[in-house]
């Protein structure tokens, strides 16, 4: 089952511009985290964020949370051509480390 | 963070045959480990998670009998794909968690990139 959608699909920018992604999900949660995926890879975990948390920032990354609206967004800053890639939310199911993920965005970064 | 070694990252088998796939947690031991699948540009579906010396807990839809899945050391889980079929194709990847808690992120093998013909 997914626990969450991502939005957009797929998002295609020039380096230098910013990448935000957007992430509804529709259970009450202990937290929120973000992971990357190059091509054909397995995932790489970027940033966790718990639920009593509104905003974290890694380097050029930010991610928001809103527990109202069950959302959170995650922003890259100067994007990469390196930055290309599928990034994905996930939440854990209550009580136990199962990660659940969302439907991914796929972003694209043009040089 | 912890290190998940995959293998093999990609194998071609036969229909009818059975293929195994290794997950190591190189620098961790780990009593649970998750095993994902992921069709072309979608996300991972969460198929399984392996419980070191006991049975595994399969998610709903997913057959234990087709997918089976041993976790017989502490770095060390595999998952065995029976008389695999070309709908069995699918990119497979495992994860450990660091900690036994929800509140810690998982870490990923590179993935396992099976095709049935």
């Known amino acids: 089952s997914q626990q969450g959608e991502e939005d957009p699909q797929a998002l295609s920018i020039q380096e230098g511009e910013n990448a935000t992604m957007n992430c509804s999900y529709k259970?009450?949660?202990?937290?929120l985290q973000w992971y990357r995926q190059n091509s054909g890879r397995g995932l790489v975990h970027l940033i966790l964020i718990r639920s009593n948390e509104r905003e974290k920032h890694s380097g050029r990354l930010r991610v928001t949370l809103d527990t109202s609206k069950k959302s959170s967004s995650l922003l890259i800053t100067a994007s990469r051509a390196a930055d290309t890639a599928s990034y994905f939310c996930a939440t854990p199911t209550r009580d136990t480390d199962k990660l659940i993920f969302g439907t991914g965005t796929r972003l694209q970064v043009f040089p | 963070g912890a290190v998940v070694s995959q293998h093999p990252s990609w194998v071609i088998c036969k229909s009818g045959t059975s293929v195994k796939i290794e997950c190591r947690s190189l620098?961790?031991?780990?009593?649970?480990m998750f095993w994902y699948r992921q069709f072309p540009k979608q996300s991972l579906m969460l198929m399984a998670t392996s419980n070191e010396g006991s049975k595994a807990t399969y998610e709903q839809g997913v057959e234990k009998d087709k997918f089976l899945i041993n976790h017989a050391s502490l770095t060390l889980s595999t998952l065995t794909v029976t008389s695999a079929h070309p709908e069995d194709s699918s990119f497979y990847i495992c994860?450990?968690?660091?900690?036994?808690?929800?509140?810690?992120?998982?870490?990923f093998g590179n993935g396992t990139r099976l095709t049935v013909t």
């Open positions: 620098d961790f031991q780990a009593t649970t």
């Open positions: 259970t009450s949660i202990n937290n």
């Open positions: 994860s450990v968690g660091r900690m036994s808690s929800y509140n810690s992120p998982l870490h």
